[in-house]
């Protein structure tokens, strides 16, 4: 069974407070996670293995920016986003 068929995935936004590193100006962006929401329980085609690996996992979500567009209206670079996780579990 593909792991991915344990969550249920949804979108969501969540800010955070990133600084420019062209202008150093800092703002709050809203970045895009992917959250995947482990299912209660397994379909009934599932093996001893899938059971296992079910057990073990847990919700999470991965967030899908990796760059941002500075707010600033004079610099709007686009920059990396730095020094925010991009993997969490909920
Ligand atoms: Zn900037």
């Not at 703002?27 to 690996?53: F, M, S």
């Not at 990796?66 to 004079?74: E, F, M, Q, S």
Request: aromatic letters at 10%; proline letters at 3%.
């Amino acid at each position: 069974m593909d792991e991915r068929a344990f969550y249920k995935e949804s979108q969501t936004t969540k800010p955070a407070a990133l600084n420019c590193p062209f202008c150093h100006t800092q703002d709050t962006y809203d970045l895009h996670w992917t959250v995947r929401t482990k299912i209660d329980r397994l379909p009934g085609h599932a093996d001893e293995r899938d059971r296992a690996k079910f057990k073990k996992s847990q919700s999470y979500m991965v967030l899908m920016d990796d760059k941002v567009a500075c707010k600033n209206l004079r610099c709007r670079k686009r920059f990396d986003i730095s020094g925010v996780k991009t993997m969490a579990f909920i």
